[in-house]
């Protein structure tokens, strides 16, 4: 898939280098539900998810200018089948955020739901202290559905409790991004 400056397409084993960059920082990991990855982590991620291809969730976004990887899409269809409901999440490289890279490339996905894979729903959601992740979401014209209490853990307390965080549900249909 094309925008104005990006290309989204699936990952290729040499993408390594590229996840390493972002993946690799503890900033960008923050609200993930994963640690920091080793590049031979990175590696095998991207290996993975080119051999599952067809299968798998996870689309990289590049520069059309000089094809570097600066971040990833990941949209899967969840819920019952006949319910056509997506989720959207996105991962950046620091170097390349402010610029607008993650509103035009997830754009581009969410035209891709409802105009070819014809979604009924696309939904995400959002730890609401990730204040640059729901904002992204409005700029995309999704709705705020709900502010869940409590409704995930990632992390422990040294004491081995579970850390609960409250989360942004969001979503849009197809009538309104038509
Ligand atoms: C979430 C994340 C992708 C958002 O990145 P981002 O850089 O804020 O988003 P964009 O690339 O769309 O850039 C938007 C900013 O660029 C500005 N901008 C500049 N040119 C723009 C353009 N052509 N189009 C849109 N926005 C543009 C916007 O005004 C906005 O500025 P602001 O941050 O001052 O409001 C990024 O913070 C990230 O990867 N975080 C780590 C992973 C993460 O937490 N993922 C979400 C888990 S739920």
Redesign the pocket.
């Known amino acids: 898939m094309d925008t104005e400056r990006l290309v989204i397409r699936r990952f290729v084993p040499e993408d390594g280098e590229d996840l390493y960059q972002?993946l690799s920082l503890p900033?960008?990991?923050?609200?993930?539900p994963y640690p920091v990855f080793s590049k031979e982590d990175c590696f095998r991620e991207a290996l993975r998810r080119y051999e599952e291809k067809d299968n798998n969730a996870f689309w990289a976004v590049c520069l059309k200018h000089n094809n570097k990887m600066i971040?990833h899409l990941y949209f899967k269809q969840v819920e019952l089948e006949h319910f056509m409901t997506w989720t959207l999440?996105?991962?950046?490289?620091?170097n390349?955020?402010?610029?607008?890279?993650?509103?035009?490339s997830?754009r581009r996905i969410l035209q891709y739901g409802f105009e070819e894979l014809h979604c009924h729903r696309i939904i995400?959601?959002?730890?609401i202290r990730?204040t640059?992740?729901w904002?992204?979401l409005e700029?995309l014209g999704m709705r705020r559905e709900a502010h869940m209490l409590q409704n995930a853990t990632f992390k422990r307390t040294e004491d081995g409790e579970p850390i609960w965080v409250d989360s942004y549900h969001y979503a849009i249909l197809a009538s309104e991004w038509m």
């Open positions: 972002y900033e960008v990991v923050l609200y993930e971040g999440g996105y991962v950046f490289n620091p390349y955020y402010s610029q607008g890279y993650a509103t035009e997830a995400a959601g959002a730890d990730n640059a992740s904002r992204l700029r």
